[in-house]
């Protein structure tokens, strides 16, 4: 589908969608449980609808209805290979491969997109090598085996889903296993989420330095009805659609006391020069004297397209570092974001590791194409406040993935001085 998003500045609140990074690893936990868990979450993705599906597939039951899921606990693994259509979601595949391996199912997860040629070792590495068997033909990844207990070892630069994924596996095991990460440790506000939803569970996981010391044999055990917490990936093209307004942006069902790494997003903006302030579940920003920065992008990899957004219309410069790995998401973020500022008339330069973007007063507006990202995608729609011109975006489908009513809460704000 293709869209045009008109100029101008907005103003108005919304309300944002669950998160995503939680909804994951509670919807498993709840799924290996003993009892029946409901949901409460406000809006469901592509890619959680994915996970729900995988879920299924291994025998749970997954009822969702508006506002809500259902989970019933997997009390036997279906005979036969069980087919997981992981769509093109990297968490969906990455933390149900161990899961797999901790119920002795045997599996062939169906991968989509750009998702079979994300990294998976060297975690496939340690699957195997206790217990596992996988097996790579086209997009399918079949996995068959029993996961045992044991030393596991992950370096922490490559993905943090990777530690998650053992992390909810491991505790299902018979024995004892040990989790040990080396180097540094990139991302680590998302295994701080993993560890949160562990404990939500009642399972125990202790750490002696960079190694953790999970116990075998343990039972989850969620609350019968939890809430997920808003979204602060999601909710961070609004405040940044807030820092491009004078009137400013409101978005409400957001935890400031969240464990989600995006919530970094609100001091990245008062940095810029923006307006930022909290009360209660709204979180508002609004448009202060914008100037460039420098941008470690380690752990908020997810924030980076729509910061540059930002920082293409800031005074000054604005470097972003630290950013490798982004090259390896739903497109080479790095090459995507600097085409996309360019073609709406932005001076930016793609580096190895990041990029370098100089502040301009207004981007010209034009055709945008998001790369099938959806996160691309939602920053394009954002540009258009700093733009002269109108931004026309291709493949706005692709938003499905995490925010699948953006552009109605988009089209729900004022353009200042313009019409709804």
């Known amino acids: 589908m293709t869209r045009e998003i008109m100029p101008g500045q907005r103003t108005g609140e919304i309300r944002i969608p669950a998160s995503k990074s939680v909804s994951h690893r509670m919807l498993i936990l709840a799924a290996l449980g003993e009892k029946d868990v409901t949901l409460k979450l406000n809006g469901v993705s592509s890619d959680i609808k994915a996970t729900s599906e995988c879920l299924a597939a291994l025998g749970a039951g997954i009822s969702e209805t508006e506002g809500k899921i259902e989970v019933s606990p997997i009390r036997a693994v279906p005979s036969g290979a069980r087919v997981l259509r992981c769509r093109d979601s990297g968490a969906t595949l990455r933390f149900l491969m ?7 199912a045997e599996t062939v997860f169906i991968r989509e997109g750009r998702l079979p040629k994300r990294p ?41 889903q990777f530690i998650s994924a053992l992390l909810l596996a491991l505790p299902l095991l018979s024995g004892d296993s040990t989790l040990e990460i080396t ?21 125990r ?6 190694i953790y010391l999970i116990p075998g044999n343990q039972r989850y055990a969620l609350p019968e009805r939890a809430e997920i917490e808003g979204d602060w990936s999601s909710a961070a093209f609004f405040l940044c659609l807030g820092a ?11 935890n400031t006391g969240s464990f989600q790494g995006d919530r970094a997003v609100l001091g990245i903006l008062e940095s810029f020069g923006a307006k930022v302030s909290a009360e209660k579940d709204l979180v508002k920003v609004s448009r202060g004297t914008l100037k460039g920065q420098r941008i470690d992008a380690s752990s908020i990899p ?13 005074e000054g410069a604005t470097e972003i570092y630290n950013a490798g790995r982004l090259r390896l998401k739903e497109s080479d973020r790095l090459r995507s974001s600097a085409e996309l500022i360019s073609s709406l008339g932005g001076e930016i330069e793609e580096r190895s590791e990041g990029l370098f973007i100089r502040g301009i007063e207004r981007l010209r507006g034009g055709e945008a194409d998001p790369f099938m990202d959806h996160r691309l995608c939602m920053s394009a729609a954002v540009a258009a406040s700093a733009c002269e011109g109108s931004v026309i975006i291709n493949g706005t489908e692709c938003v499905s993935k995490s925010y699948p009513r953006f552009f109605e809460d988009l089209e729900a704000l004022e353009i200042i001085g313009g019409e709804r």
């Open 98 to 104: 161990p899961v797999a391996g901790a119920l002795g």
């Open 120 to 160: 998976l070792e060297p975690f496939g590495n340690e699957l195997v090598s206790h217990g596992m068997s996988i097996r790579e033909e086209g997009e399918k990844l079949i996995c068959s085996g029993r996961l045992k207990s044991g030393r596991f070892t992950l370096p922490g630069n490559i993905s943090s």
């Open 183 to 203: 180097g540094k440790s990139e991302s680590e506000p998302y295994i701080k989420i993993t560890e949160e939803a562990l404990k939500k569970a009642g399972i």
């Open 205 to 210: 996981v202790e750490t002696e330095g960079n």
């Open 244 to 254: 491009l307004s004078e009137k400013g942006v409101g978005v409400r069902g957001l």
């Open 302 to 314: 997810d924030l980076m397209p729509v910061l540059s957004v930002l920082a293409a219309v800031s």
